[in-house]
């Protein structure tokens, strides 16, 4: 009977031992992830293009300190993150969250820029991607809203390293949201609905008048008074469409005119992203 209690005490004694040694290895654990490691190790991670652990890294450290020395730059470096992995929406929301909460922050340009390509990006389909499925007929809620984020950079920040490449993106977008209202009135012509095309038309010329799509429009509106046997405003608007027909070509053959591949720099993408950290310079 003695020796069963003896054996039940050193079986207890054993468990508590080990209880303490779990509890001692987690406090060990907890105490090596300062906040200064998790910053350093979610660099590292990021450096790897492990940006899934990187994120993960940041967001521990924010949990932990919330207003440590490295939280506003966790903030910041998890915008770029998020657009790394090609999580756009996350990337968004976190843009959207780093420009609440440090409006004066001297990197918005840069905060703005990301959210704007995120946007874009986001909007980059499977069918898109692989079976080139022309972007002007699609819906251009996208492409309006990353429309809106460069367009903020160019106002807010016209000495922007970003600014360059804000302009030519909203120079393409313009053209492709142009080029979309061309294809929905042609639509409304072909299906016999005169004065909506004539309103489309009209929209092209007066909201988009540098876009090769004004030919374009002003021919659908032609088309549509014609139709409508509004015979002077045909005439009125044959006679515009003829000054500006000089050298004309298609819109669906120029939206593609001004590419992401037309953006010149000495830097790749990775490089001005990260700030200089990452990537290489491009000759």
Known sequence: MIMNSFKTLSALICLALLL??????????????SETGF????????????????????DQLEL??????????????????????????ACRATASRFIRLHPQHDKLDYV?????LAIY??????????????????????ARESLVDFGIILNRYPNSQYADEARARMTYLRNMLAAYEIHVGNYYLTR?????????GRYVVENYPSTPSVTEGLTIMVQAYQQLGLTELAEQTQQVLSMNSTNYVSASQQVA???????????????????????????
């Open 20 to 33: 303490t040694a779990c509890a001692s290895n987690e406090t060990k654990t907890f105490s090596d992830n």
């Open 39 to 58: 910053y350093e190790k979610a660099l590292k991670a990021s450096k790897s293009a492990n940006y899934t652990i990187a994120i993960e890294l940041l």
């Open 64 to 89: 932990r300190y919330p207003f440590g020395r490295y939280s506003e730059q966790a903030q910041l470096e998890l915008v770029y993150l998020h657009y790394q992995a090609g999580d756009y929406e």
């Open 112 to 116: 703005y820029y990301l959210k704007g």
């Open 121 to 142: 990006q986001r909007d980059k389909g499977f069918l898109d991607r692989f079976l080139n499925i022309e972007r002007s007929q699609r819906d251009m809620g996208a």
């Open 192 to 200: 016999k609905a005169y004065i909506a095309a004539a309103n489309r």
């Open 257 to 283: 005119v001004t590419t992401v591949n037309d953006i010149k720099s000495k830097r790749s993408w990775l490089n001005r992203l990260s700030f200089g950290v990452l990537g290489d310079h491009v000759e």
